[in-house]
């Protein structure tokens, strides 16, 4: 049985997931082989510069993405089955992932069987619509989605990741804020499911192949966050197209508009986001059906509707990717 893991890592939360799914897969008779996702140019961790940080939203959201060293596993090597590991900047998989997505060694997607693994804050539904339709393009199979998330509540981590991510503190403080990433407890749930998908990978070889996940605990979606977050995308879209109109990364002007997007997105989760939370629950009965459709096409391949709420795994996207239903 071989395995093929892919991962990129910035902030070591994915390559600590990487860690625990290879440790838990591990078995007589399994080859694994792993692969870190190198980009030309490397992206900053902790990012320190605030504006530099906010400047990769367009080519998150748009493209394009940016090239990578050519990894070490052989792109014709036949896999049982590849593990394919992702962070979510901005609503997006990171760009290392997608420019790995891009590049000629995504031809060893074609054809074979894939599990992703999404790593986040908490908002990672736009993330896997747009992964999974890449994958789609390439000829992949999605078998399974895992959705690994940060500790603590969805408001604390308002403030954590980018404190993490900006300046590398990791930390509890204030007595009110939980210390920032992954916590343990999500890392042991990852390693229960990983050791689960060891025992069950005799499934792929079955016909057809069966779900590896399914009845895990995989994927919760969370209703509350789901109209919130698909407005959160089309806002993020309109602001990459600006932006890019204002020339490339690092460009004045370009940081001009990411000022400008920073005060619109304090002014959007201080003020508007806790409006539109408040609305969604007052009108949700009128959707309830159409949002009910979505949390379960969201959960799949992996969701189980016996889990907590409606688990399932998928954003508010069109079968292209490009734009939300």
């Given at each position: 049985m071989r395995i093929l893991l892919v991962y990129y890592s910035q902030s070591g939360d994915a390559a600590r997931i990487a860690d625990t799914l290879v440790?838990?897969?591990?078995?007589?008779?399994?080859?694994?082989?792993?692969?870190?996702?190198?980009?030309?140019?490397?992206?900053?961790?902790?990012?320190?510069?605030?504006?530099?940080?906010?400047?990769?939203?367009?080519?998150?959201?748009?493209?394009?993405?940016?090239?990578?060293h050519e990894p070490k596993f052989a792109s014709d090597r036949d896999y049982d089955l590849i593990v394919l590991?992702?962070?979510?900047?901005?609503?997006?998989?990171?760009?290392?992932?997608?420019?790995?997505?891009?590049?000629?060694?995504?031809?060893v997607l074609t054809g074979h069987k894939v599990m992703t693994v999404s790593v986040s804050r908490n908002m990672w539904q736009s993330?896997?619509?747009?992964?999974?339709?890449?994958?789609?393009?390439?000829?992949?199979?999605?078998?399974?989605?895992?959705?690994?998330?940060?500790?603590g509540p969805p408001w604390?981590?308002?403030?954590?990741?980018?404190?993490?991510?900006?300046?590398?503190?990791?930390?509890?403080?204030?007595?009110?804020?939980?210390?920032?990433?992954?916590?343990?407890?999500?890392?042991?749930?990852?390693?229960?499911?990983?050791?689960?998908?060891?025992?069950?990978?005799?499934?792929?070889?079955?016909?057809?192949?069966?779900?590896?996940?399914?009845?895990l605990g995989a994927v919760e979606v969370n209703r509350r966050y789901l109209i919130p977050e698909l407005i959160g995308?089309?806002?993020?879209?309109?602001?990459a197209h600006a932006l890019q109109r204002l020339g490339?990364?690092?460009?004045?002007?370009?940081?001009?508009?990411?000022?400008?997007?920073?005060?619109?997105l304090v002014t959007l989760v201080g003020m508007v986001m806790p409006i539109i939370v408040v609305v969604s629950a007052l009108f949700y009965p009128l959707g309830r059906m159409a949002t009910r459709a979505y949390a379960e096409r969201l959960a799949e391949p992996s969701g189980s509707r016996k889990d907590k709420g409606e688990r399932r795994n998928e954003p508010w996207r069109s079968p292209d990717g490009n734009a939300p239903h």
């Open positions: 440790d838990s897969l591990q078995a007589p008779g399994i080859e694994i082989e792993r692969e870190c996702v190198r980009p030309m140019q490397p992206y900053p961790f902790p990012w320190r510069n605030v504006f530099r940080f906010f400047d990769v939203l367009p080519e998150c959201q748009l493209g394009p993405p940016p090239a990578i590991v992702y962070q979510v900047w901005f609503l997006a998989p990171s760009l290392p992932i997608q420019g790995f997505l891009a590049s000629p060694a995504a031809r993330a896997s619509e747009t992964m999974k339709s890449r994958l789609r393009q390439l000829g992949a199979v999605h078998m399974d989605n895992l959705v690994v998330t940060h500790q604390a981590t308002f403030v954590t990741a980018p404190r993490l991510l900006l300046f590398g503190k990791r930390n509890a403080f204030w007595k009110v804020f939980p210390p920032a990433g992954l916590g343990e407890a999500e890392l042991q749930r990852v390693r229960r499911i990983g050791a689960a998908v060891r025992e069950r990978l005799d499934r792929l070889r079955r016909t057809p192949p069966q779900s590896l996940l399914c009845g995308w089309y806002l993020f879209r309109g602001w490339r990364i690092g460009r004045l002007p370009r940081y001009v508009g990411v000022g400008l997007f920073m005060l619109f």
